[in-house]
């Protein structure tokens, strides 16, 4: 997720303050008032974020820390890191009371404890991004987790997001037991296991996402999912699956059918004391978290309507009360369903009442990728947001079904956190979706070779080294670690989803050169003139990553032709080359990358008339199984603005080219605004939708459909070049930039 990210960067650089001992508790009591907090300190990266201790209003005591945080932008954060060696093994408690006042709708609070692992990896971590602080009333929160046996550090903290002042108060870190007690061991699915959790799967689908009872809306589905698993796995035979299925999904959705023969019945006319009738209208999946404004595009929200509301004035299949609203499914295992997707509410609620969902693991249990009840639960919830929500299984060639029973399957089996991180992997790839991935466990560590490889003439070539290597530019990888380019790309391309062939390239190019320690790596290679030779060495830290030599990001590359890095500008930087650019004869924008800081702005300076971005479509959805999904369509418009630059115009891509830049780039293509040079683009785009799962998972994907000003597939297409050009290995040998060399060409002529 993003915030986990920018901790990441935050902390990169920060020392430690005072390591506390094992089992410790602050409570500001004998620090001055005024001074920072002895022992925490905010990250130097951070700005615009003050900690004092405050006798104002404490929880306890007479003493508190008050964190202020001024502006929008980022986070504060007050924080402290020690040695993880006394809690190697152990499961581990933070606690601490908590306030926060803001003026933003993004104002709030979060604690967070993350555990550093040997070689940069990267081991528990929770922010509280699911559960943000945003009471100005003093409660006690906490985080619970599990350090894992190579621990090198441990840090917590309290972040705040502003503009808002947090207060932080009787912080304790203790020990509760050890890692790993009270979770279940990894053991196989017997068949009808199998089959009654694919039952389970398919209706918490349905009543989580279509149900709309009070009780559904309010229970919390990852509790309900890990529960579920428990209580459906052993049932022996249909009627056993069926009976379980009632006894958990029963309290929450009374008007929810299971059965192992036929149902009897019809709709319910309208009870006489009703007022109306509530359904779910899915904008995409809208998974609210946090007010993460990334991604409000796509919102949940029940609908509730009078009997005698006017019906809107559009095509949407919104489900009424008396029509087609019982959906009925074979669920398998040998039992049926029948689940309302619209049903009557009065004053006190929805119609019949309930009863909430009410699960108490465990005291100090936490939901893990190292307990298979969480692991299969995450698999059931994952998998049921694609089966309803994702937007290109028209275009994807995956049987989404069959997905399911191998994923479960595969999730009893896993022995730990980072194999469970894989077999998520391995069903995000099946959605062949460019945006998709996992976080969580361990990923891929913190060290990387000493030099970059690009898939090149069907081989696989060093096209970047440091100085001492010891590979040169242009040599051929012929094995790494005694594995072939064929056997490596074997072993990595399941686990990575990608809608085209040049995006899976790409990122397995990046996975190639990761490393989770420092150990040693042993490659052979071969020069361009046909001779072998070996390098065994270490890898290096991961840091700013090695680039293949461009020119300086906006220049003049030849009289009268300049060169634009959108992949390194920011838009002040082009509005102050606007001078020179309106003047140039040529230019070339490389595109080869992702425009993260610079916006479509620029694009106005390019064109006479207004233009539009492509086609968005957000899913409209109202019944499961994506039925009778529609769409609702929009876009954005671009006015010309002055100066207008030259026509002889090129823009660069290859592709790594993804989402933003194939904007950019679905504009260049469908106006003909410029030449297009390079390789076809990543083929994937849209406004991507992370979502958070049990364990401490995260994946992201794309939430909408987006298709080509002409209504054509873009999905798993991308933008294709108009001047089609490659690398080649005497080109890398050479130092040369083939692709850039011919973008200058083409806008040379006159």
Same mark, same amino acid.
């Given at each position: 997720?993003?915030?986990?990210? @920018? ?40 700005? !615009?974020?003050?900690?004092?201790? =405050? ?20 986070? !504060? ?32 609070? /979060? ?104 009780? =559904? ?12 698993? *428990? ?50 209208? *899915? ?64 004053? /006190?609620?929805? @119609? %019949? ?33 694609? /089966? ?26 896993? %022995? ?15 959605? *062949? ?26 081989? @696989? ?8 290597? !010891? ?53 052979? @290679? ?24 461009? %020119? ?86 671009? /006015? ?71 209504? =054509? ?36 002529? %006159?």
């Amino acid at each position: 997720m993003p915030v986990v990210l @920018l901790i990441a960067a935050a902390l990169a650089a920060v020392a430690l303050a005072r390591p506390p001992g094992p089992g410790w508790h602050h409570d500001f009591e004998t620090d001055p008032v005024g001074a920072a907090p002895a022992g925490w300190f905010v990250p130097g990266a951070i700005t !615009g974020t003050t900690a004092r201790v =405050s006798d104002v209003d404490p929880a306890d005591g007479v003493r508190c820390v008050e964190i202020v945080k001024k502006g929008t932008g980022g986070f !504060g954060n007050l924080m402290q890191s020690f040695d993880a060696a006394p809690y190697r093994g152990k499961r581990v408690r933070l606690t601490a009371s908590v306030r926060v006042r803001g003026t933003g709708p993004s104002s709030r609070a /979060q604690m967070w404890m993350r555990v550093d692992r040997a070689g940069g990896q990267t081991g528990f971590f929770d922010n509280m991004f699911e559960r943000p602080i945003r009471s100005s009333q003093w409660s006690g929160y906490r985080i619970i987790g599990d350090v894992e046996p190579d621990a090198d550090r441990i840090n917590v903290g309290l972040m705040v997001f502003g503009p808002a002042t947090a207060w932080i108060d009787s912080i304790s870190f203790e020990v509760v037991g050890n890692a790993g007690e009270a979770n279940e061991p990894a053991r196989p699915l017997s068949p009808r296991g199998l089959e009654n959790l694919v039952a389970f799967a398919r209706l918490l689908g349905y009543v989580r996402h279509f149900h709309p009872s009070d009780e =559904s809306a309010e229970t919390d589905w990852d509790g309900f999912a890990i529960r579920g698993v *428990h209580l459906v796995e052993p049932a022996d035979d249909a009627a056993g699956l069926a009976d379980a299925l009632k006894r958990i999904f029963g309290p929450i959705a009374p008007r929810v059918e299971v059965t192992t023969g036929r149902f009897t019945g019809g709709i319910d006319r309208d009870p006489p004391d009703a007022t109306g009738y509530t359904f779910w209208e *899915h904008a995409g999946f809208g998974q609210q978290v946090a007010d993460a404004p990334w991604r409000n595009i796509y919102t949940s929200r029940r609908i509730r309507e009078t009997f005698h509301a006017a019906v809107p004035d559009h095509d949407l299949p919104r489900p009424r009360p008396g029509t087609d609203t019982l959906i009925e499914r074979d669920l398998g295992g040998g039992v049926s369903c029948r689940v309302p997707v619209s049903v009557y509410y009065d004053e /006190q609620g929805t @119609l %019949p009442q309930g009863e909430r969902f009410k699960w108490n693991p465990p005291a100090d249990w936490i939901a893990s990728g190292n307990d298979r009840a969480t692991r299969l639960g995450a698999v059931v919830l994952a998998w049921n947001i694609f /089966q309803h929500f994702y937007p290109y299984f028209d275009v994807v060639d995956t049987d989404w079904a069959a997905v399911l029973e191998k994923t479960l399957a595969a999730a009893a089996e896993d %022995p730990d956190a980072d194999a469970f991180r894989q077999t998520l992997g391995r069903m995000v790839a099946e959605l *062949h979706d460019g945006h998709g991935r996992v976080g969580g466990g361990a990923g891929a560590g913190s060290y990387r070779l000493p030099f970059e490889v690009d898939w090149i003439e069907d081989e @696989l070539v060093v096209t970047v080294a440091t100085p001492d290597a !010891g590979v040169t530019p242009g040599d051929v990888i012929v094995s790494l670690d005694g594995s072939t380019p064929a056997q490596l790309w074997d072993e990595l391309t399941p686990t990575i989803s990608a809608a085209t062939e040049q995006w899976m390239r790409y990122r397995v190019r990046g996975l190639l050169t990761r490393r989770k320690t420092n150990d040693s790596f042993f490659a052979e @290679l071969r020069k361009p003139d046909g001779s072998a030779y070996s390098v065994r060495a270490k890898p290096v830290v991961m840091g700013t990553p090695l680039a293949e030599r461009r %020119p300086e990001k906006i220049t003049e590359v030849r009289p009268g032709i300049w060169y634009v890095d959108i992949d390194r500008i920011t838009d002040q930087d082009f509005n102050d080359a606007l001078g020179e650019l309106k003047r140039a004869q040529g230019i070339v924008f490389d595109l080869r990358g992702y425009p993260g800081k610079l916006s479509a702005a620029f694009l106005a300076h390019l064109i006479d008339e207004p233009v539009t971005s492509a086609q968005w479509h957000v899913p409209m959805v109202y019944r499961p199984d994506r039925e009778r999904m529609t769409f609702r369509l929009s876009n954005w418009t671009i /006015q010309p603005k002055k100066p207008k630059l030259t026509d002889r115009v090129a823009f660069l891509t290859d592709g790594r080219a993804i989402s933003a830049a194939e904007t950019y780039l679905g504009i260049i293509e469908h106006y003909e605004l410029a030449e297009i040079v390079g390789e076809a683009t990543a083929g994937t785009n849209g406004n991507v939708n992370p979502i958070r799962l049990p364990g401490g998972y995260s994946i992201s994907w794309t939430g909408m459909k987006v298709l080509k000003h002409d209504g =054509s597939q873009h999905h798993g297409v991308g933008i294709l070049p108009t001047i089609p050009v490659g690398r080649t290995i005497r080109g890398v040998a050479e130092g040369r930039d083939e692709i850039l060399e011919r973008g200058i060409e083409a806008v040379s002529k %006159p």
